[in-house]
């Protein structure tokens, strides 16, 4: 696997589908650019999710965070950006993406978004 940040998320099959459990990550170190400034942006990324079949690769996560690092983004945007790029890998049952913005200007942004599969949807 590559050291190099990039996009693409690795899964693996989830040890106990038939459970709904939850797994949390925290990514203290979290950065992009702002696209107005250029000057970075930091934040405290939470991931929380109900895996169905997969579970994400905490390699890959690191180095597709780590992908952000050089391009701008506004905090909305990429907190969505990286639900979707998630829920897309790893089809979960639940999953919430909550960034914490350093605070910039006075001001601290948190933003959270969220993902729940239809229970129709669920594949047992």
């Given at each position: 696997?590559?050291?190099?940040?990039?996009?693409?998320?690795?899964?693996?099959?989830?040890?106990?589908?038939?459970?709904?459990?939850?797994?949390?990550?925290?990514?203290?170190?979290?950065?992009?650019?702002?696209?107005?400034?250029?000057?970075?942006?930091?934040?405290?990324?939470?991931?929380?999710?109900?895996?169905?079949?997969?579970?994400?690769?905490?390699k890959s996560l690191k180095l597709y965070?780590?992908?952000?690092?050089?391009?701008?983004?506004?905090?909305?945007?990429?907190?969505?950006?990286?639900?979707?790029?998630?829920?897309?890998?790893?089809?979960?049952?639940?999953?919430t993406v909550e960034g914490e913005f350093?605070?910039?200007g006075g001001i601290k942004t948190v933003?959270?978004?969220?993902?729940?599969?239809?229970?129709?949807?669920?594949?047992?």
């Amino acid at each position: 696997m590559s050291t190099r940040p990039h996009r693409a998320l690795d899964t693996f099959p989830n040890p106990c589908p038939e459970r709904d459990y939850e797994i949390r990550f925290e990514c203290p170190e979290f950065t992009c650019l702002c696209p107005k400034t250029g000057q970075p942006d930091f934040a405290t990324l939470r991931i929380r999710y109900v895996p169905e079949r997969t579970c994400v690769e905490l390699k890959s996560l690191k180095l597709y965070l780590w992908s952000f690092r050089d391009t701008g983004h506004f905090h909305e945007a990429v907190t969505n950006q990286i639900l979707d790029d998630l829920v897309a890998a790893t089809r979960p049952r639940r999953m919430t993406v909550e960034g914490e913005f350093y605070v910039r200007g006075g001001i601290k942004t948190v933003v959270e978004a969220s993902h729940a599969a239809p229970a129709k949807a669920r594949r047992r």
